[in-house]
């Protein structure tokens, strides 16, 4: 079975204990306004621009059925007509224009993850499940897990806690650790800022700690939006209520998505 | 094989004549130097020696370490006497080789002993009882040890590698500290002060050879780490000296605690720490018919190349990979204009390093001609092994100038059976070939092999004509050429073709003979990539003139986009246990990558930790900060004290080339 991933990242330092190979699922539940994965929101392939390999040479602008393409001294892509059908990308001849994901099998992403086998060892690493939500392709993130703790593995899954908690309960026994992300704990703000409510998340949170598992919460922080006081000392008492020893990390934010959002064609909404 | 007259065993004529001539002016240098003695200080002797400089003409051969364990073992008077005493064993030139030695060593403690008594005039009684020992006797406490270190170090022309220091004192250090004749901090104090007159000896001056290799095992593969190894690393750490150099001997055995602080100084991003895996390097050595014994003693000399301390001298050639590309692509000529050109780089050099047969290259057929890769594959190793065969065969005489007689007296069988120091019964040379540019030159013959010749989407003669311009015109090729597979990335197309010429040359060169008839060592270096990056013309991976070429076995700059395992594993498939010469990979990691981690140094020790498991060979870990880079090259007057590593040494930013400061930004971006 194939899922859908937008990148293999390798010498992987931030998610999870060791060096890592952190593989990003395409597809999310939630539609953060301040996503640092603009590339993996959508659970389907898109058309991404990599300006920097473009040589100008018009193909694309002459070939776009929806007139994506426009020329302004460069060319430049906006995604708002696009419906990736895929003509520019199989005209480009450099690469500039390719897909965001692509469909591989676990073998083949376990394949490219063991290549750095002697690091995990020495350092304590393993394979980090990112996105994306993995759970959202649940029998594949299943199938990977499977087959990571067959390589004996340490295997960290990086979740937004969105999905049913009987995911969670098929994939738990093969997860060494959950990076589990917690953004709002107010629900309305939760819902105006992500489109979904946070009450499934909190509850999996709960649950999944009455399991007993290894779970390390990460809150972002989004200046302006989930840094005030008010909301991380809410996320920790109620971390707390769960568990009492459940780590908290706070990511700071990371500027360099913006360029992600141009690459897909996309207006990033925190400008 | 040719033998020119000086490898002799014996000490021949016209040899003697000139150490005699040099000898004069040797002492008359000697008594140049005035008694220095600083009440504040522990240790006498002046910081530099008088005219000093630190590649003086004509030099005393600088690829070449004082015997220091000698001079340790039997003090200036005992090599004095020894002298003496052989000389009525031998006749003529022989005779007078010892009596020349005798008389230079006399100098020496005649000018010992006006320390003493300078030093006695001052009261400083301390300085007065070392001095007057060290003026009749070997060393017998570690303050004399040091000072003897001092007095040997300044006493030579010019600089050369320091060797194993940490076990050179430790026997002085640990009997001292055992019968309570010093203290740990008392000890500290002096090994300061050693340290801190390496640094004031350099100068700033860069690359001045003054490299020390702490640590390291024996040849029963037990650890000799000492307290002095932790001492001098941690000194090291404190201050923010460039000099010495350090160069760290590591294997399977290491102590945990010393691995933690090599991680802790490559953090601090200068690059200064250097690490040997012992555990390829001494078993590779075995190969090439060095005694283990003396196997165990190698150490770091000027670059990453190799040296066996205190048994004799290291000296290299070098050719280059990439440009052998080029010589195959344009039928044995070069694709670079007049003073850009390899061949007017060579004529600008006063030294042997590229020779005529080697940047002219060998005429071969057209590039259009060769109807398959296999074609082309051939035609390059022909290049390539002609270049090599033209290098190793040309006579080779780095010893125009005849070894001083003060550190030709530290060397085994000198003073006992009067033999030429450059004999090989009296020494263990080390002679090397290097190759540079292995990284981009498999680049090059993947993008080729890929673009013209499996999907044949570039026409050989538009690659040519491409190449010609520099890219100038044609950028859909350059962006394909760009895009081609890559060198560090652990992709095996190219990564095989990395392996097959290290290979190769590997075999080549081991079947040429040095003037004592051993295998010819081979090394993956480049210590002129600055240079290279000029001289050679646009390549077909993408790279223009100018961009800079991989350094050693380092991925070209900017090419290696999977981060630091990828990069390793790819340096890890070359067999570098066959270039124990000096196999050199820089690694470059963006600080910005290991920002926000718990814990960078553990990152940086398993790094270092998988590098030797895989079999490398040397490696050199430097966390760069692009953007600060660019800020200090904008202003320079606010970044005096940025250290960064060039090649064999670490330096001044600013005090760069406009050249080589270019080439630390772009390898600081690349992965």
Redesign the interface.
Known sequence: MNGLITNI???S??DGP??RTTVFFKGCPLSCLWCQNPEAMSSRPEVIFHSE?C???KTCLRICPKKCMAWEGIISFKSDNCDQCGICINNC???ALRWSSEEISAREVLNEVM??R??YD??GGGITLSGGEPLQQSDFCHDLLKKSKKEKLHTALDTSGYAPFKTFELIMPLVDLFLFDIKLIDPQLHERYTGLSNVPILDNLFRLCQEGKKIIVRIPLIPGFTDSKKNLSGIESFVKQCSTGIKIER??YNPLMKNKYHLLGRVNMMD | MKTTNNCNIKVPDILIQRITEDTERYIEWLKKSDTVIDSNLLLAGPFQSPEYSVWPRPHDNFHYPLGMKKLLNLGFSGIKSKAWKNASNFHGNERLYLRLIHRVYAVIIHIIESYAMAAKEKRLSDIHMVCRSLSRRAPSTFHEACQLYWFATVFRIGTSTIGRIDQHLYPFYRKDLKSGLITEAEGRKLVAELLYRFEMRGGGRGDTLQNITLSGRNAAGKDKTNELTYMILELMLGNQYIEPKINVRLHKKSPGKLLDMISRFQLTGTGLCTVFNDDTIVEGLKKYRRPEKISDDYCADGCSEIILDGYGETSFRYIDCVKAVEHTLFGGKENVPGKKSMQYYASTQDFVDINPPVSEGKKTESFLSMKTFEDFYRAYLSQLKYQIDAMLSAPYNSNENPMRLFTAATMPGVIEKALNPYSNKACWHTYGLFIGSLGTAANSIAAIKLLVYERKLIKKEVLLEALKDNFEKNSLVRRLCLDAPKFGNDDNYVDAIAIDIARRFALWVKKHKDRTGRPILSGLYNHLFHHTAYYVGATPDGRKNGDPVGEHISPTPGTALKGPTSIINSVSKIRTAEHIFGSTLHLNIPLVSLKGTPDPEAILKHLTLAFMINGGCVININILDAEQLIEAQKHPEKYHDLVVRVWGFSYYFVGLSREMQDHVIARSQSE
């Open positions: 990242q390798r010498f330092v931030h060791g060096i390999q040589i100008a040479c001849p450099v690469n290549k750095d002697v690091y020495i350092s990511i700071p």
